[in-house]
Each structure stands twice: as structure tokens, then as C-alpha cells.
């Protein structure tokens, strides 16, 4: 029998902020510990059944299979590269070789050292994706990146990488591996790793290693006392300790079991349920038998979606053992709204661990969210949520999240850190909201995170109230291929209705909803010189009731210029018209971020459900903005043309709430949606400039057309709604009634090229993933990435004084005081508060100009662009573009008067 070789305590682990070094072997049996707690005390009884299997394991196996790995991940420290890291430290190192290699990553160096050591347990290595190739990545990964196996380096890992060291530091190896390897069961080598477990498990040790990295536990660790020696009985009594203090870290971090309260529909919300809500209520609960699914909700605006997908998740999430939701919106705006929803039914309907996280980028200037600001270089800084979770890259592990969909998307974006957001997404049902606003590119990265999410036994929840078929059918079969079905079979689609789909059964459920009558106005208008629509005369002759001084209106153009100018127009015959004129406001996205919080809180406190009865004629002019989640009612919406799905969006602002029915003037009795068609007459059509920027040409025509066939202008809402949607949309050309134009050929092109894309962007699916490194190759993941074309850039605006000196907002420009001094959080905040977004083709020919020196060093401010603004009126030059910036107008091209 070997003579057991003792640990050396002198190899040291952990070190930043700490009196004393903390040993490298105490670290990892830290790690282990705090895998059992999460295991114990946080990941989902579903979460763990998926994982087990994908282990091919039972759960008992598979929490001690992911200790192991975690006591494992940072072995690679015992080199002496790591170790001389420290001088100080390395000169306690006695009688270790000192190796002629160049630097490498401990990272690297453990997963090189650790596929021979796990063949040598049993594991399997004939093939790339074979155990001991998968557990070895996921050590190496525990930094958020994976490696690409190496064979040369896997067969002989001393000579191919000299860096680990022969002697001494190969025995101190051995020891540590022996010791954790007993110490935690001995556990038996996995059959089968597959791509979608190793991924999750690598993440889940991620994780233990945060918590157990944080100075304040390494200090009370030291301050509690450490074993002296490295002996069994030693690390046996260390991995004791470590079992008693970690679940505490769990629960200082948020991290713990979430639970719904019992009851149906009418406890979970304060009014009875509509028909599709208790469609949903009675029928999905003998559908879902503990297997995971998708549900597909597809109903007109204002129908109470939201409300059922919620009540949806946690009967979809009970079943399974997956509670809590993450849910997912197309804009900051409506995530920011959705917020409070979600907080209202947290505070009311859950119990435990129930840290609601608001994500995005701009989530800590949400009053509601986060009262002062305080946490500026996190994404969660809510009450809410403890301060752990605020932390980057920890929201999406909070039981609950409200965010944009890019927190999602960025999960199948190769890169680093990936399985971290993909284990933030498992556990839990994911939402997403308006799927029918995402381009062919998210609608590409939505189907692989789908197939993720599908072999992950993720139950997810769609919803759309102007879904084409065909996407919906795309999006369910993703699914369906990540859950394992070779051949999907996903039902037609039901309007209004649900469709629910797993890999058991597949079911669609048509439902009741309120009969409206849309009354649809094509209005010509004409082209100015600038080729821009002059919608002034058309606008006052609609609007002209308002001078009743009763009633609200909605006008939404395509872009923001033109949003402006109309802003413009209807202020001037707003004065003209004395003291009965219409209250005249406006909403883009190029205000500073600050402005466009407090003016989108305005616009719902003015124009959301309550706010009807009593009040001044009002009109907001805004863009897309408005079209999406934003829970607003006027009594008519005039609108620039756009694709069908968006006019129906719009349109959906328009009497949405039957409540308010009662209180609208005599001359709104009817829902009204008013298209404005640029052109001589409304048959005809010509698409200005700018329009292709924002929708493609054939979806205009296409839309155009079927507007003009319209029978007495008349859409039957939910009747009409799906029919329209799929004939603007349809991809089945070259029959006579729907020929194929050189517009839809460009669309089609446009539509492969962003799905092209996203496959390029996007990690494989689980089932294609052979080497862990595929997850991180090519290192794309950005949030801008979401998006393609999202390629803009943000600027500061500065008002230059007449000495010269610069004030943002009113006050001086904060600057660092003294040298070596970086910018402080409230420096940050107040810079980034005024931040407006602004084209790529605003920046090309822009210079850096006098952006200051220390800006670059910080990562919230080295991309923003400083512009000097002068004059009474406040304006200044970016490039060659002359622009101005006014509290009315926002940032613009033109001055505000």
C-alpha cells in the first residue's frame, strides 16, 4: 500500500486582502463544501434531476461527482508559475524544482494534468467528448472559458506543458488529488458526460468558487483558525468546518429555495380570471405530468397575457421542480414597467429566497428599483436583492429576474462566462414577451437558446399578440429538438389561443377574447423637399376635436427626426389654438437616460389604465417606443405605416381598456387607428429615405396593400388579426395572388443573412458540442451583440461656458481630484444619467474631442464620446452634423424653436 503523502500547507491559494496566505488545499475543500450547499440548500429538485442525468447519474452521485470537480479547480496552482506569483510566498516553497517554461494559466495547467489523472479513476478517453476530456474542461473552465482539448497535451501533460513542474510539485498534486478524491466519497467515474451537463456543471463550480473567494469568508476562515497540518484528519476537520460555514454564505448571497403559495388563478390576482387566463388556469395542469414544455400564448393586446404567463409559470415550474421565472423584454422601457408587476406578485404570491433582480443596462436609474443609484457598476442594486446578486454577471441567478432578452440571448453567445447566465436560466421558467419583435437575427440566437433550454428540461412560456405561424411553429420546434424530438410535431396555431408542446404531447387550445371592431384609416401624405413626410395639415384636421379640450391621441412616427419635427408642428398650432389647446408631449430614445426615465414614468402615470376621466386633451408624439408591454390607452392612435404586426401593436394603445370606455369624449366612441401613407393618394405609396432603415420595403408595400383591401376599412379583432399577419408575412411565392416582388427578394436576403449570422455568433446546439472550447471560441460575447447592427454609440453632452469651463446638466463636469485618482461611483452615475444614444452614422468622422484622459480607464466610460455644446440655444458639432440638445426635443438635428 502507498505511504499517504501529506498536503502542503505552504502552497497557497488565495492571498488579495488577506493578513495571511490561505492555503490551496483549504480553498479547494471550500469549493467542494460549497457545492454541497448549493446542492442542498439552492439548485431546484428539477434543476438537479436534469443534471444528474446528464451526468448519468442519480442526484446522490451527482452532488458528489460536482464537489469533487470543484475541490479540483484550481489544482493548476500548484506549478511554479502561480506560486511565484508571490516572492514572498514561493520563498516558503522549499526544495521545488524551479522549471524553464513560459507562464501559463493555473486554468490551463489543471485541465492539461487532469485527463491522464482521470483516466487513471476510470473515467473514459476515446473520444473528444469522452469523460475525462469533459470533467477536465470543466475544471479548466472554472474562469468562464474553455480550452480546446489538446491530445498531445492530455497523452503526456509534463512534456507538453514543462510550466507544471516534475518533482515536488507533481507529488503535492497527487497528494491533493488522493486526499480530495477520499475526502468526498471516492466517487465513481460518469458513463456519460454530455455538453449540456458539463456546461451546468462547470458553472455550478463557478459559482462555489465566487462564494468561497470573497476576502470576508477567507478572513473569518483565518480568523476562526486553521488546521497546521495537511494530514487526512486535518482536512477532514477543515472540510467540516467549511460544511458549517458555507450554507451561510448561501443566504447572505440570496442564494436559497423559492416557493409559490397555494391557490389558483383567483389568489394569485386580485380579479377574476378572463377566458384565456382560466383556459390556461383549468386545462394546462393535466398537460404538463412533470415533463417540461413550452407554452405559446398568442392573444390580442390587452388581454391579460401577462398575468396568465405568470400564473402559467408557476404551474409549469410546480410540475417539474423548477420555481421562479426569468422574464424576458424587447426594450429597457417596458422591462422597467414589467418590474413592478413582477414585484407586486412577488411580494404578494411567494415564499423563501425571493431576490427579484431588474436587468439591464440602465436598471439602476429605475426609481423603483433602485431608490438612489447606489450600485453602479452592477446591473441589480434593488432592496429586492441582496448585495451579492447585485454583482455582474449574478442577477440571472436570482430566483426571480425581470430583464431585456439580451440577458437571455447572451447565454448562446460564444464567449465568456455563457454556462454561468445559462445556469442563471435553469431552475426556473423563462418568458419571453413580444416575440414578434425580434429581427431574424434574435429570432436565430432565440431558436439555440430554445434548443438549450429544450435539453435543459427548461419549461418555457412565448408570448405574442402578432405572431406570424410560421415563426411560432419555428420557435416551438427548437424546442422540441433540444428536448430530444427528432422530428417535431408542433400543432397549428390558434387565434386567440395557446398552444402547449412537449416531447409527450403537443396540444392547441383555442379561447374566447373581447370582439372589437377596428376602424382603419389610410390617410395620405405628401413629401416635403427633405423627402420627408409633411404630416402638419392631415394631423390638425384628426386632431382638430382635442380642441374640445377632451380626449388623448396617440401620433407615433417611424423616426425619431420625424417624431421631432412633428412634435414641432403640433406645438406651434397647439399655441395658436389658446387655452383649450391639447397638452402636446414627447417620447423617444434620444433624450439623456435620466430625461427619458422620468418622461416614460409621465406617459404611464398620463396615459396607463387609471389615468382616464377628468383630465386635460392630451397628445404624445413618440416612436416605436411605445408599441411594446407599455400599458397605455388613448382614444385614438394615428400612426406613420409599418409592418402589419407593429400597426396592430399600435393600434393595441387604442380603447385597451374596456373601464375606460365610459369616460371617453362623444367623438371617440369608435377604436380608431389612422395610417399616415406617404404618397399623393392612398393608393399609392412611396417609401421616404429613411423608412428602410427601420422596416424593410416589401413589409411596407405588403402591409400597404393589405390595408387597402381592407372591407370599409374594417379589422375584426381577433378575427381578422392572425390572417393579416400571415398574408403581410407569407413566404409562399409565386402564385398569382402573392407574386414575388425584387422588395421581398431584398427582405428574404436580408432575413438569411441575419439568420446566417446569428449561427455564426451563436455556441452549437448541446447535441453537436464535441469539444467544451466551441462554447468559447471566438470570444463575441457583448450585449451589443444581441443585436445586429446595434452598433451605435452613446454621448455626453457638455455645456461649454463662456470661460471655458464644462457643465453636464447644470453642474461642473465631474472630474477625479489630485493625481492617480479614478473616477468615483457618484462621478459615474452622474456622467452616465446623462448619456443619449446616438447612430453609428453619427460617429463615423467624429473625433475622441476632449473626452477626458481618465475616462478611458474605466469601463463604463471609455466608449462615450464627449461633445462641447454652446450657445443660448445649446449646440454643437459631431463630425460635420451640427446638433442640438433641449429639454423639449432631446438631442436633435434642428433647433428646438
Given at each position: 500500500m502507498a505511504e499517504t503523502v501529506n498536503v502542503d500547507l505552504a502552497l497557497w491559494g488565495k492571498s488579495r486582502g488577506l493578513s495571511e496566505p490561505y492555503s490551496l488545499v483549504w480553498h479547494l475543500l471550500d469549493a467542494a463544501a460549497a457545492v454541497?450547499?448549493?446542492?442542498d440548500h439552492y439548485l431546484p429538485s428539477g434543476l438537479k434531476d436534469s443534471l444528474a442525468g446528464e451526468v448519468s447519474s442519480n442526484q446522490a452521485e451527482a452532488r458528489s461527482l460536482l464537489a469533487y470537480w470543484a475541490a479540483l479547480h484550481d489544482l493548476g496552482k500548484c506549478a511554479d508559475c502561480f506560486q511565484?506569483?508571490?516572492?514572498?510566498?514561493?520563498?516558503t516553497l522549499k526544495n521545488y524544482p524551479k522549471p524553464d517554461a513560459s507562464y501559463q494559466s493555473h486554468a490551463f495547467m489543471g485541465q492539461a494534468w487532469l485527463g491522464q489523472a482521470f483516466v487513471g479513476q476510470g473515467y473514459g478517453a476515446t473520444r473528444s467528448y469522452s469523460p475525462a476530456f469533459r470533467a477536465a474542461q470543466i475544471v479548466g473552465g472554472h474562469h468562464g472559458r474553455f480550452t480546446p482539448i489538446?491530445?498531445?497535451?492530455?497523452?503526456s501533460p509534463l512534456e507538453a506543458v514543462p510550466a507544471l513542474g516534475d518533482g515536488l510539485w507533481e507529488q503535492q498534486r497527487r497528494a491533493i488529488l488522493a486526499a480530495v478524491h477520499e475526502l468526498l466519497g471516492a466517487p465513481a467515474a460518469p458513463k456519460r458526460v454530455s455538453a449540456a451537463g458539463a456546461a451546468m456543471a462547470c458553472a455550478v463550480v463557478i459559482l462555489a468558487d465566487w462564494l468561497v473567494s470573497q476576502a470576508s469568508f477567507l478572513v473569518e476562515r483565518i480568523q476562526a483558525g486553521l488546521p497546521s497540518q495537511g494530514d487526512r484528519a486535518s482536512l477532514q476537520r477543515h472540510l467540516q468546518d467549511s460544511r458549517v460555514a458555507v450554507p451561510l454564505l448561501l443566504q447572505q448571497a440570496g442564494l436559497g429555495r423559492l416557493a409559490f403559495k397555494a391557490g389558483g388563478f383567483v389568489e394569485d390576482f386580485p380579479f377574476p380570471p378572463n377566458d384565456l387566463q382560466s383556459s390556461i388556469a383549468e386545462k394546462l395542469p393535466d398537460l404538463l405530468e412533470g415533463a417540461p414544455g413550452l407554452l405559446l400564448i398568442m392573444a390580442p393586446m390587452g388581454e391579460g397575457k401577462t398575468e396568465a404567463a405568470l400564473h402559467a409559470a408557476k404551474l409549469m415550474g410546480q410540475a417539474v421542480g423548477m420555481p421562479g421565472f426569468f422574464f424576458g423584454l424587447p426594450t429597457m422601457a417596458t422591462t422597467d414597467q414589467m418590474f413592478t408587476r413582477a414585484d407586486d406578485f412577488r411580494q404578494r404570491r411567494t415564499e423563501g429566497a425571493d431576490s427579484l433582480t431588474l436587468l439591464h443596462g440602465m436598471a439602476w436609474l429605475n426609481a423603483a428599483y433602485s431608490p438612489g443609484g447606489e450600485q453602479?457598476?452592477?446591473l441589480t442594486a434593488d432592496p429586492t436583492a441582496t448585495e451579492w446578486l447585485r454583482g455582474s454577471k449574478r442577477g440571472l441567478l436570482a430566483n426571480l429576474a425581470v430583464g431585456t432578452i439580451d440577458q437571455a440571448l447572451l447565454a448562446v453567445l460564444r464567449g465568456r462566462h455563457n454556462v454561468l447566465r445559462m445556469l442563471g436560466l435553469t431552475g426556473k421558467v423563462v418568458i419571453i414577451d413580444e416575440v414578434h419583435a425580434y429581427d431574424s437575427y434574435m429570432q436565430g440566437l432565440l431558436k439555440m437558446l430554445l434548443e438549450w433550454l429544450g435539453a435543459l428540461r427548461v419549461p418555457v412560456i412565448l408570448m405574442?399578440?402578432?405572431?406570424?405561424?410560421?415563426?411560432?411553429?419555428?420557435?416551438?420546434?427548437?424546442?422540441?429538438?433540444g428536448a430530444g424530438c427528432p422530428e417535431p410535431a408542433v400543432p397549428d396555431a390558434v387565434y386567440p389561443g395557446w398552444i402547449y408542446a412537449s416531447p409527450q404531447r403537443s396540444l392547441p387550445v383555442s379561447v374566447e377574447s373581447r370582439q372589437r371592431t377596428l376602424m382603419v384609416e389610410t390617410r395620405a401624405v405628401p413629401l416635403g423637399t427633405d423627402r420627408r413626410p409633411e404630416r402638419g395639415d392631415v394631423l390638425r384636421e384628426i386632431l382638430s376635436p382635442l380642441l374640445e379640450g377632451r380626449g388623448c391621441a396617440a401620433v407615433i412616427c417611424n423616426t425619431v427626426a420625424e417624431?421631432?419635427?412633428?412634435?414641432?408642428?403640433?406645438?406651434?398650432?397647439?399655441r395658436e389654438a389658446g387655452e383649450n389647446a391639447p397638452v402636446i408631449s414627447l417620447l423617444h430614445s434620444r433624450f439623456p437616460a435620466h430625461a427619458r426615465e422620468q418622461i416614460t414614468r409621465e406617459t404611464i402615470a398620463q396615459y396607463g389604465k387609471a389615468a382616464h376621466g377628468g383630465r386635460r386633451a392630451a397628445i404624445l408624439v413618440a416612436t416605436q417606443v411605445i408599441e411594446q408591454s407599455l400599458d397605455l390607452d388613448f382614444d385614438i392612435v394615428i400612426s406613420d405605416l409599418a409592418p402589419i404586426a407593429l400597426l396592430l401593436q399600435r393600434a393595441g394603445r387604442c380603447h385597451r381598456h374596456p373601464g375606460n370606455d365610459g369616460r371617453r369624449p362623444a367623438w371617440a366612441s369608435t377604436m380608431r387607428l389612422v395610417v399616415l401613407s406617404p404618397g399623393d393618394r392612398p393608393s399609392e405609396l412611396v417609401i421616404p429615405p429613411g423608412w428602410p432603415y427601420v422596416y424593410p420595403k416589401a413589409l411596407l408595400r405588403r402591409t400597404h396593400r393589405a390595408l387597402g383591401e381592407l372591407r370599409d376599412g374594417l379589422i375584426a379583432i381577433p378575427g381578422d388579426v392572425q390572417r393579416l399577419v400571415d398574408q403581410v408575412y407569407d413566404e409562399s411565392f409565386g402564385e398569382e395572388s402573392n407574386p414575388l416582388t425584387d422588395d421581398d427578394l431584398d427582405r428574404l436576403a436580408d432575413e438569411q443573412t441575419k439568420d446566417l449570422y446569428a449561427q455564426m455568433a451563436a455556441i452549437p446546439s448541446p447535441d453537436r458540442v464535441r469539444d467544451l472550447g466551441e462554447l468559447s471560441k471566438g470570444e463575441i460575447v457583448d450585449?451589443?451583440?444581441t443585436r445586429l447592427g446595434a452598433d451605435g454609440g452613446k454621448i455626453v453632452c457638455c455645456q461649454v461656458t463662456p470661460e471655458g469651463h464644462l457643465l453636464l446638466d447644470g453642474e461642473p463636469l465631474p472630474r477625479p481630484v489630485g493625481k492617480n485618482v479614478r473616477v468615483t461611483k457618484e462621478q459615474v452615475k452622474h456622467i452616465l444619467r446623462n448619456t443619449i444614444p446616438v447612430p453609428a452614422s453619427w460617429l463615423r468622422g467624429a473625433a475622441p474631442g476632449d473626452t477626458p484622459p481618465e475616462w478611458a480607464d474605466n469601463p463604463h466610460l471609455k466608449d462615450l464620446l464627449l461633445l462641447r455644446m454652446a450657445g443660448e440655444?445649446?449646440?454643437?458639432f459631431l463630425g460635420d452634423r451640427r446638433l442640438w440638445l433641449s429639454r423639449e426635443l432631446g438631442l436633435s438635428e434642428h433647433p428646438p424653436n
Open positions: 454541497e450547499a448549493l446542492w511565484s506569483l508571490s516572492k514572498s510566498h514561493r520563498s489538446n491530445h498531445v497535451e492530455f497523452r453602479l457598476d452592477i405574442s399578440a402578432t405572431l406570424p405561424v410560421m415563426v411560432g411553429r419555428r420557435l416551438a420546434a427548437a424546442y422540441l429538438t417624431a421631432q419635427l412633428t412634435y414641432l408642428q403640433l406645438r406651434r398650432w397647439a450585449e451589443h451583440a440655444e445649446l449646440s454643437g
